[in-house]
């Protein structure tokens, strides 16, 4: 640039002077002016590739814009997608808590019933075994006959020795066993025997009585329960879903009532 502005000083100079100038002058002159278009040349070309690079990078810059814009949008959809998928996973926490709620409430209830039903059958148990002794009891009493008083030949129970001895020489009679058999022959019922077997309302009972008089499964019993109230034996099978083994089992100690 520096050189052009000279070149450009001495030509208006001389233009304004109306001088003549020097041979050597006028091809200095030259060779500053051929050197100041050479400048220019480069400087052009330095100019359009200067251009090219701008048009370049704005278009670069305006690619950027767009997807950045696109980006910026996506990222909107993605946070609203977020947002949407939090507040449903916050509201599944919450129906879960409450599930849990309930059913450590329900196995807290259970766990009460259960330990209820517990009792009620140790209890059960125990009458059983108490009713079954007594009736062993009575039934070896029962059996046992009375020793007759002053037979020849008879054994004092208590001391288990012999009352009235035979005689020497005689055959001493072969004394009654203890605890002889009952007769095959029918014989009327005894007084205290006892008493026929109860029948369970199946309408009524508990689900205890159902388990320990009619042994009975868990299941079977709460099945009898939820189905009620029945007219006949039969709707045991064809309502309450018990099996027809069970049924059989079972349809002689049961009765309905309305």
Known sequence: ?????????????????????????HEQTLQDLQATKSDLDRMRVQNEALNKQVKVLQEARVKLRDELEKANAELGVQNTSLGKERQGLDNKLKDMERQLKEVTASKRVLSQEMEVQKQKYESAQKTIKRQQKELKEREQTELIPAPAPGRPGGVDLSKNVPVNPPKQGTVPPVAAPQNPLPPESPKPPVAGSPAPVTLVDVNKASEADLVLTLSLGKEDSQKLIKSRPYKTKEELVTRAGLSKTTFDRIKDRITITP
Request: overall charge positive; charged content about 10%; some cysteine.
């Open 1 to 25: 640039m520096k050189r052009i502005a000279m070149g450009l000083l001495v030509m208006i100079t001389a233009l304004m002077t109306g001088c003549v100038v020097s041979q050597s002058t």
